[in-house]
């Protein structure tokens, strides 16, 4: 086992499902956990782990730890649609392994309770979702990781890819509405009514930050991966907004560090700094991509390259312990009630830095068992 392996086996360790340790922002607030996507994101690099390792303890943890919130007839404990959320459907995704894997109905049953969520979500006029109710006709650039990947697992198990369409207009919708132009990435939110406090002329939020673009990227490939092949339109489409991003986002590595930051667009500005969750996300990106043939071959060792960036500066230890450190611990637009959210490059340098939460971890050991991949696959790299 190595030593990245060590860490993860002491995280789950002291983890509990009522409790887990990668879920900081609970742990502050000194709240019991609940269904959420920050554990949707570990339960997904821990089967990524199972996958390409074959070690049956990583299934095992997920199993056990789903088991807690999945009741027998297919509710979720702190789950309620009514809050149409599209960060409740992101550990959605998971469900399908295990349900293949056990052979327990109940994670069927629990699939479509949040598909059902789908059915009914309200919508922007261009058929978006909004991100949650209590932020209407709001589009958010990281809910389009929480809520696609289920929905694409979804509409190809069961529906025969009837969905595939919906989705990707969903995705050329946000390459319409929130791409930036002049930087070449995206803004972080897009309110279509243009009501929001912090939405510009274009409904936009006013900058572009980090994270929210690693979801995007993070979404790009592996909705890509969940639809057939033989959708060609689906896929040229698709792949046609990777290859703008992929490119776009070349200039944003910062020479120093080898990472991206927490605002892309203000490398150096005082008090903003190389973050961890959107880094490893956009390393993610670039591996798998390169992987799957979405993006060339040429991006693999970039992001194997930013990958090791974050090792080299965030990864350290202390008393014995490994720590994952320079991971924002949330972000946001809003609400009215919470005008500090402004989508300001003050406000985004703003929210607190911590260690071991599964926003960055997650996406670090996804990273991590992309390079296993295509080690496996190419033995001399």
């Known amino acids: 086992m190595n030593q990245i392996e060590r860490y993860v086996e002491r995280i789950l360790a002291e983890s509990t499902p009522d409790r887990p340790l990668w879920n900081i922002e609970k742990i502050r607030q000194g709240k019991i956990n609940g269904w959420n996507y920050i554990d949707g994101c570990m339960m997904t690099a821990l089967l990524n782990l199972h996958a390409i390792t074959g070690e049956r303890r990583y299934y095992d943890f997920v199993e056990h730890f789903l088991d807690y919130y999945v009741f027998d007839d297919g509710s979720i404990r702190g789950y309620r649609e009514e809050e149409y959320n599209v960060d409740n459907i992101c550990e959605g995704r998971v469900l399908f392994d295990v349900w293949r894997h056990s052979g327990k109905e109940k994670y069927r049953l629990a699939i479509e309770t949040l598909h059902n969520q789908l059915l009914h979500h309200p919508r922007t006029p261009a058929g978006s979702f909004w991100h949650k109710a209590i932020y209407p006709n709001q589009v958010w650039l990281d809910g389009l990781y929480m809520a696609q990947v289920f929905y694409a697992r979804y509409t190809t198990a069961f529906e025969n890819g009837q969905a595939a369409e919906d989705i990707l207009r969903q995705f050329c919708t946000v390459r319409e509405k929130m791409f930036d132009s002049e930087t070449g990435l995206y803004r972080h939110g897009y309110d279509a009514s243009g009501k929001a406090f912090w939405a510009q002329a274009n409904g936009c939020s006013a900058n572009s930050w980090l994270r929210s673009l690693g979801w995007f990227c993070a979404a790009l490939v592996d909705v890509s991966e969940e639809i057939p092949a033989e959708n060609v339109h689906f896929h040229e489409k698709m792949t046609g907004i990777a290859k703008e991003l992929a490119?776009?986002?070349?200039?944003?590595?910062?020479?120093?560090?080898?990472?991206?930051?927490?605002?892309?667009?203000?490398?150096?500005?005082?008090?903003?700094?190389?973050?961890?969750?959107?880094?490893?996300?956009?390393?993610?990106?670039?591996?798998?991509?390169?992987?799957?043939?979405?993006?060339?071959?040429?991006?693999?060792?970039?992001?194997?390259?930013?990958?090791?960036?974050?090792?080299?500066?965030?990864?350290?230890?202390?008393?014995?312990?490994?720590?994952?450190?320079?991971?924002?611990?949330?972000?946001?637009?809003?609400?009215?009630?919470?005008?500090?959210?402004?989508?300001?490059?003050?406000?985004?340098?703003?929210?607190?830095?911590?260690?071991?939460?599964?926003k960055g971890l997650a996406p670090f050991l996804m990273c991590y068992t992309e390079l296993l991949q295509s080690k496996k696959e190419d033995p001399e790299q």
Do not use: H, W
């Open 247 to 358: 490119k776009n986002l070349l200039p944003y590595i910062d020479r120093e560090s080898g990472m991206i930051f927490q605002v892309p667009t203000q490398i150096g500005r005082a008090g903003n700094y190389p973050e961890t969750s959107g880094s490893a996300m956009v390393a993610y990106f670039y591996c798998k991509g390169a992987r799957l043939g979405i993006l060339d071959a040429a991006y693999a060792p970039v992001g194997a390259q930013i990958f090791r960036s974050i090792c080299e500066r965030y990864l350290t230890e202390t008393d014995g312990k490994l720590n994952l450190g320079g991971i924002c611990l949330l972000a946001g637009l809003g609400p009215e009630s919470n005008r500090r959210r402004d989508g300001s490059f003050e406000y985004y340098i703003s929210e607190p830095v911590v260690e071991n939460d599964a």
